[in-house]
């Protein structure tokens, strides 16, 4: 199976900070990587998939990059709403995986 | 606008069987792949289960295979997750979820999740 490894845990900062969160996978995914954000009580939501690419309606200031095992994703002017788990997943291979989350907090 | 709306979740005693549902609305099921996710209390997500679109191919994690089993019911335009020999760490919010078309396998549409509590 494919491992899913992301930094850091849990990461504070504050509105208007830039933030990057990083997702490793155990071997070569190529491009086959979504991310989605999970509000409490919430069900996620898909915010990237295919590595880079925006899903429709998610704001400009999230963006996502990376190819084969390394990648990241950026929010770069952090928003009130932004302040949610955040997790990768791998849809190359079954059976699929996520990362373990990274929690983002208001410093 | 596409739906996905899970029932079936209860308490179970350890060693029990749940079978949730999940009924889909604004698409048909048969035309994706289909998944299940869960999230234990305080936790990250895993994934559980997926069925093709068209064949009834079915893929397992390791965690559950031999006692989860899903399925769908075209007619209902439903998907299914039985669930056997339930065990206090499957206590989780369960969630069914689309993988799309045309997002590169990611997941587009989430049920709200059925929340399922293994105890005696």
């Known amino acids: 199976d494919i491992q899913m490894t992301q930094s850091p845990s849990a990461v504070s900062a504050s509105v208007g900070d830039r933030v990057t969160i990083t997702c490793r996978a155990s071997?070569?995914?190529?491009?086959?990587l979504a991310w989605y954000q999970q509000k409490p009580g919430k069900a996620p939501k898909l915010l990237i998939y295919?590595?880079?690419t925006l899903q429709r309606g998610v704001p400009s200031r999230f963006s996502g990059s990376g190819f084969g095992t390394h990648f990241t994703l950026t929010i770069s002017s952090l928003q009130p709403e932004d302040f949610a788990t955040y997790y990768c997943?791998?849809?190359?291979?079954?059976?699929?995986?996520f990362g373990l989350g990274t929690k983002l907090e208001i410093k | 606008q596409v739906q996905l709306v899970e029932s079936g979740g209860g308490l179970v005693k350890p060693g029990g069987s749940l079978r949730l549902s999940c009924a889909a609305s604004?698409?048909?099921?048969?035309?994706?792949?289909m998944s299940w996710i869960r999230q234990a209390p305080g936790k990250g997500l895993e994934w559980i289960a997926n069925?093709?679109?068209?064949?009834?191919?079915?893929d397992y994690a390791d965690f559950v295979k031999g006692r989860f089993t899903i399925s769908r019911d075209k007619t209902k335009n439903s998907l299914f997750l039985q669930m056997t020999g339930l065990r206090a760490e499957d206590t989780a919010v369960y969630y069914c979820?689309?993988?799309?078309?045309?997002?590169?396998?990611?997941?587009?549409?989430w049920g709200q999740g059925a929340l399922v509590t293994v105890s005696s």
């Open positions: 979820a689309r993988e799309g078309i045309t997002v590169a396998g990611a997941l587009d549409y």
């Open positions: 604004g698409f048909s099921l048969s035309d994706y792949y």
């Open positions: 069925i093709r679109s068209e064949v009834d191919y079915t």
């Open positions: 071997q070569a995914i190529n491009s086959w």
């Open positions: 295919a590595a880079s």
């Open positions: 997943q791998q849809t190359d291979k079954f059976p699929r995986t």
